[in-house]
Structure formats: C-alpha cells, structure tokens
C-alpha cells in the first residue's frame, strides 16, 4: 500500500519561502502523476501544483510564478518550494499519488503565513 508522508510545513512571514516534501513508499513512484493540494478554513480544497511521469507541470493561477514542484524519482519525494508567500497562502497542504485509476493521500501539514 501506499504511504505519502509531508513534512517542511510551519509559521513563516509574509514574503518568506518554505519547501515542502513528501515521500513515498510502497509506490513505483517514477510512474505516479504526483501534486500538491491545500485546504484552508471554510474552503474547499484545490489542487496548487501537480507534476506527471514525464515531468510536465501545471499551476493553479493562484501561484504560478511563486510555487515550483519538483520530484526527486531516485529518493521517491516530490517537492514544493514557495516563494513569496502570502497569507492568502495559509492552509494544509497534501501530497497526493496517482496511478491509473488510484489515488493516495498524506495527512497534510499546515503552513501559515503571518503579515
């Protein structure tokens, strides 16, 4: 079974950086399309950046130009680096797998962004 574990999540200022991970196992991960969700309070959750097996990515309008995802096939991790952050940003955050038809979850980290 697949387990996603994140970790990088915490309080940071507005206009400060934080680099989030998630690793796998128990996944053939160089085939998973991998992405990264957040949830704030009162909303519903959105997909912020997700990356394929053949290292094609797309962002959500929100953080394009801030957010870069990365994947590390060799360590089974993919990451997110945020740049710039807002406090708009403020939410949990999961890793999520994908392959084929199945599809995992990790059990989030929250990042705060302070103004």
């Known amino acids: 079974q697949v387990q996603l574990v994140e970790s990088g999540g915490g309080l940071v200022q507005a206009g400060g950086s934080l680099r989030l991970s998630c690793a796998a196992s128990g996944s053939i991960f160089s085939i998973a399309v991998m992405g990264w969700y957040r949830q704030a309070p009162g909303k519903q959750r959105e997909l912020v950046a997700r990356i394929t097996l053949g290292g094609s990515t797309n962002y959500a309008d929100s953080v394009k130009g801030r957010f870069t995802i990365s994947r590390d096939n060799a360590k089974s991790t993919v990451y997110l680096q945020m740049n710039s952050l807002k406090p708009e940003d403020t939410a949990v955050y999961y890793c999520?797998?994908?392959?084929?038809?199945?599809?995992?979850w990790g059990q989030g980290t929250q990042v705060t962004v302070s103004s």
């Open positions: 999520n797998h994908q392959l084929g038809a199945s599809q995992f």
